[in-house]
């Protein structure tokens, strides 16, 4: 299996909503919705924000939200706040017990 | 407070072998699957593999990147779960971190990694 496609960046002021996509295929993010997504400021532990596509942990701000349709996930931070910049991964389970992630988002608040 | 500290990282030559520890606080180990993950220097997170709770066998699972070189094991009476890399490549340099499985095939809390680096 291909990792899966997340862009490179994203950014936002603060304030503005801002959405990350993750695109796999049919037998991985279309298959499941067993889809996460985690936040990663380097040189911290990651922090899962988003599991089983929309739902959120405990203590994660519901200013974070997952979607998907088809092959393709979404992460949508809405009122950026500066301390949303950090790198962001998905996750898709693929089947035959693998776990695929994607090469990551920097996502910078301008 | 759940924690994950990983450990043992180091340089090593390749063909030589490096075992990492992932010591867990503040939550019943023996309950929960167990992860190790890695991210190349400029790459994304790569999944590594996992070892199952022993309430469901305690059996492992491999990204094919590491199947016959890398064993996963746990020692549950000291919260304790390895990472056995043999066979080194240097595409194996990475930060590697163990990660609790949460549900849904998420991984709910992390350690902040080990670095591991592999060249002659």
């Known amino acids: 299996q291909s990792a899966l496609t997340q862009p490179p960046s994203a950014s936002g002021s603060p304030g503005q909503s801002v959405t990350i996509s993750c695109t796999g295929t049919s037998s991985d993010v279309g298959a499941y919705n067993y889809v996460s997504w985690y936040q990663y400021h380097p040189g911290k532990a990651p922090k899962l924000m988003i599991y089983e596509v929309s739902k959120r942990p405990s203590g994660v701000p519901d200013r974070f939200s997952g979607s998907k349709s088809g092959n393709t996930a979404s992460l949508t931070v809405s009122g950026l706040q500066a301390e949303d910049e950090a790198d962001y991964y998905c996750s898709s389970y693929a089947g035959n017990n693998i776990l695929l992630f994607g090469g990551g988002t920097k996502l910078t608040v301008l | 407070e759940v924690q994950l500290v990983e450990s043992g990282g180091g340089l090593e030559q390749p063909g030589r072998s490096l075992r990492l520890f992932c010591t867990a606080s503040?939550?019943?180990?023996?309950?929960?699957?167990m992860d190790w993950l890695r991210q190349a220097p400029g790459k994304g997170l790569e999944w590594v593999g996992f070892?199952?709770?022993?309430?469901?066998?305690?059996?492992?699972e491999y990204a094919a990147s590491v199947k016959g070189r890398f064993i996963i094991s746990r020692d549950d009476s000291k919260s304790i779960a390895h990472l056995q890399m043999n066979s080194l490549k240097t595409e194996d340099t990475a930060v590697y971190y163990c990660?609790?499985?949460?549900?849904?095939?998420?991984?709910?809390?992390w350690g902040q990694g080990t670095l591991v680096t592999v060249s002659s």
């Open positions: 070892i199952r709770s022993k309430t469901y066998g305690g059996t492992t």
């Open positions: 503040g939550f019943s180990f023996g309950d929960y699957g």
């Open positions: 990660a609790r499985q949460g549900g849904a095939w998420s991984r709910d809390y």
